[in-house]
């Protein structure tokens, strides 16, 4: 009985309480904060870098990074204090009192340093970061599912703004969240419809010689208007579609290019950008050949 309990409710690889356990925890402080009138805190965070841990080191690797972790977090608190794992490399903290803002805060820089140092694997130095989101009860009008949605969009916010933070829910935050998310479900469309352009910025050389271009993305959307590629390409990067809209501006920069060339007798040179994650991509190469090949470019 024992052992099915532990197994019902504790994470077999870290030994923290798991989804179930917290999820069941969480409805019922939410429900005594509620009767009480009082508030309660949410910290969601997960691992900067795991990915890139687990695809290059294995799995093995993986798992030690999070036990560790689970560890130093768990170490961290206070008695009372309740740290679980949801799953992968998501995990939720429950502070046992109502906190103040300042003393939240003050957990998560101590939780930031203590993860910040590095983990030793066979003698190999792991290095991950934490991104942490914090949402309060009062916020989400004691909603279990509202108050666990506004911890991970607060913790999304702390990616997008360097990761290694930590950032408290305002009702601002679900706007952006919507307008990120709405970008990120777009791209494809925008890429079959043709939203995107490319503008072209002349190069000149000191004599006012017309030397190049270097061709810029924009995408005009039909809702939300013109968006920034500054705005576009980091959700973008983060949901993984970078590598496809890359493809669509090198082959549009191979299409253009004759037309462009008509412009002056002199050969020109067009730039484009990459991100550094197309170089992860092992045939960035060849396609680039196979569009110079196809529209004879030299």
């Known amino acids: 009985q024992e052992t099915m309990t532990k197994l019902a409710n504790y994470d077999a690889l870290t030994e923290l309480p798991n989804r179930q356990f917290i999820m069941d925890t969480l409805r019922f402080k939410l429900a005594e904060a509620k009767r009480n009138n009082t508030d309660l805190a949410l910290l969601f965070f997960d691992l900067d870098g795991f990915k890139s841990i687990n695809d290059s080191l294995g799995h093995e690797a993986g798992d030690h990074v999070l036990i560790e972790v689970a560890k ?74 509202d108050l666990v949605s506004n911890a991970d969009i607060a913790m999304y916010r702390s990616k997008s703004n360097g990761r290694g933070t930590f950032t408290m829910f305002t009702c601002d935050l679900i706007e952006d969240y919507k307008r990120k998310l709405l970008i990120t479900n777009s791209i494809a469309k925008a890429l079959e419809e043709n939203e995107f352009s490319l503008y072209y910025q002349a190069k000149i050389n000191r004599d006012g010689l017309l030397m190049g271009f270097e061709a810029l993305i924009r995408w005009y959307h039909p809702s939300l208007g013109l968006i920034s590629p500054g705005e576009f390409i980091p959700i973008a990067e983060q949901s993984g579609k970078v590598p496809t809209i890359t493809r669509w501006v090198i082959t549009q920069v191979c299409k253009e290019m004759a037309v462009i060339q008509t412009l002056t007798d002199r050969d020109l040179r067009i730039s484009l950008n990459l991100s550094a994650h197309d170089l992860h991509a092992v045939d960035l190469y060849d396609y680039v050949k196979s569009q110079i090949d196809q529209y004879h470019i030299n």
């Open 72 to 145: 130093r977090v768990n170490d961290l608190m206070r008695e009372g204090d309740l740290v679980s794992r949801l799953g992968g490399d998501e995990f939720l903290i429950v502070p046992n009192a109502e906190p103040t803002n300042s003393e939240l805060h003050t957990i998560c820089q101590r939780i930031l340093q203590t993860v910040d140092r590095p983990i030793i694997m066979k003698g190999v130095e792991l290095r991950v970061g934490l991104s942490i989101g914090i949402a309060k009860a009062v916020d989400a009008n004691y909603d279990l599912t």
